[in-house]
């Protein structure tokens, strides 16, 4: 590959952050909550609401749980990487624009629907992490993996600031009201994705080409294949406590990203103001994703890691409590935009450093399995924790503040187990 092809392969794979990410801002963590309990289930108890809210984030997990690893194998054996990753990116994309068509009152399709999406954008990030070995060396894996988060946080945020504004004053855009212009948000999301996905179908590629085999080849060498790397896994205690560590911590994460709207709208905080908290969380962490990025350089990615840690224990354990009013919010939504790039980014690169070469497939379909499930934990928590103080008639609002918290412990768990790893490995310096 020349360094031309080479730089176009980086760019592009980066890009691909900058187009999905508008799924995970605009539609799971901005618009999609507020509208699913505003309009497509409108007249329902708030913790009932976001009790289906939970339990949906919490199902979509559990699906892509289970197929990441069936996936991650199946793609390394028939070197189908891009082809699982237009595919599922796809779905995700078809998804999004059918949010458009769902009426008011069917919060169960417009759940089916969602949960759809969820799938594609998850199953697709697994091919996308899984290229990072292709497109950067083992030196520049950190920094690459830091711009691929920050392109994706500057790119969605400048997404979301027209959506704001559609939201916001929609007949500037010749659109009859609010409604209409979060469903048409949810269009642009769709065509956003679409769009910037573009260029890495085109120019990123992976390092071997293969023969293509036969299709029951290919399910049977790569269900072997699971089997035989989650062993190799197990031997591997490095390997093994760092994606238990991540299974607690990202869970939070997780969790923080996709009811952190839901929680807000509970304790009264207008829909503006959460919109501008979430664009906050953007470009506060296009800069800060970059920062720890350089940061890992000299002080080693596991030690930036902690560090992220410790923000979300503020943010969780502290902020469920403390917050009362719109400039609380927007103040956590700032912490938070410190942290979230760099523990996903360096969760990814540092991974990406531990696996034996030509088998980041398989191995990447392990961490997204345990990346996914963690997205099960957080969710029902809340959940739990809504119907459990909504049958016992206690406030709502105490019951979205006790959701919240318990997600510490999560992040506390994560963290301690990510403690106990050797730093006397290189990549853990």
Request: proline content about 3%; aromatic content about 14%; charged content about 10%.
């Amino acid at each position: 590959m020349s360094l031309s092809a080479h730089k176009k392969a980086v760019w592009a794979w980066c890009l691909y952050d900058w187009a999905n990410s508008a799924f995970i801002l605009t539609v799971g963590a901005a618009f999609f909550p507020g509208f699913f309990k505003g309009f497509w289930s409108s007249g329902v108890d708030a913790t009932i609401s976001t009790a289906r809210l939970g339990f949906g984030n919490a199902f979509a997990g559990l699906c892509v749980a289970i197929l990441s690893p069936v996936l991650g194998a199946l793609a390394g054996v028939g070197r189908a990487k891009k082809q699982f990753l237009v595919l599922f990116a796809s779905l995700g994309v078809l998804m999004t624009f059918l949010l458009y068509f769902i009426p008011q009152g069917e919060w169960f399709t417009a759940l089916l629907v969602f949960i759809a999406a969820r799938i594609g954008f998850n199953l697709a990030n697994l091919f996308y992490d899984a290229f990072l070995i292709d497109v950067a060396d083992v030196n520049n894996r950190d920094i690459v993996s830091s711009w691929g988060y920050a392109l994706g946080y500057l790119g969605c945020g400048l997404l979301f600031i027209v959506n704001l504004l559609m939201f916001k004053n929609p007949t500037l855009f010749g659109i009859a009201d609010s409604t209409m212009a979060i469903r048409l948000i949810f269009l642009s999301a769709a065509l956003w994705w679409l769009l910037f996905s573009i260029p890495l179908v085109l120019f990123v590629h992976e390092k071997k080409a293969d023969a293509l085999k036969p299709f029951h080849i290919i399910i049977r060498e790569g269900l072997t294949k699971i089997g035989v790397t989650g062993a190799a896994i197990f031997r591997q205690k490095t390997v093994l406590l760092f994606l238990i560590a991540y299974w607690f911590y990202i869970d939070g994460v997780h969790t923080v990203v996709l009811m952190s709207t839901d929680f807000g709208l509970s304790l009264g905080i207008p829909m503006g103001t959460l919109m501008i908290a979430l664009l906050c969380v953007q470009f506060i962490a296009f800069p800060s994703a970059l920062a720890f990025g350089y940061l890992s350089r000299s002080i080693g990615p596991k030690k930036v890691i902690l560090i992220a840690i410790g923000i979300y224990v503020v943010i969780t354990g502290g902020g469920a409590w403390i917050l009362r009013t719109g400039g609380h919010f927007i103040f956590f939504a700032c912490l938070t935009g410190t942290a979230q790039g760099a523990i996903q980014a360096l969760s990814r690169s540092l991974f990406s450093k531990m696996i034996p070469p030509d088998k980041e497939s398989q191995y990447f379909g392990f961490y997204n399995m345990v990346g996914r499930f963690a997205v099960i934990i957080g969710p029902a928590i809340v959940a739990l924790s809504n119907v459990i103080f909504h049958s016992l008639q206690l406030p709502s609002q105490l019951a979205s503040r006790a959701g919240i918290a318990a997600i510490s412990f999560l992040f506390i768990i994560g963290g301690g187990v990510l403690g106990t790893i050797s730093t006397k490995n290189e990549s853990f310096q």
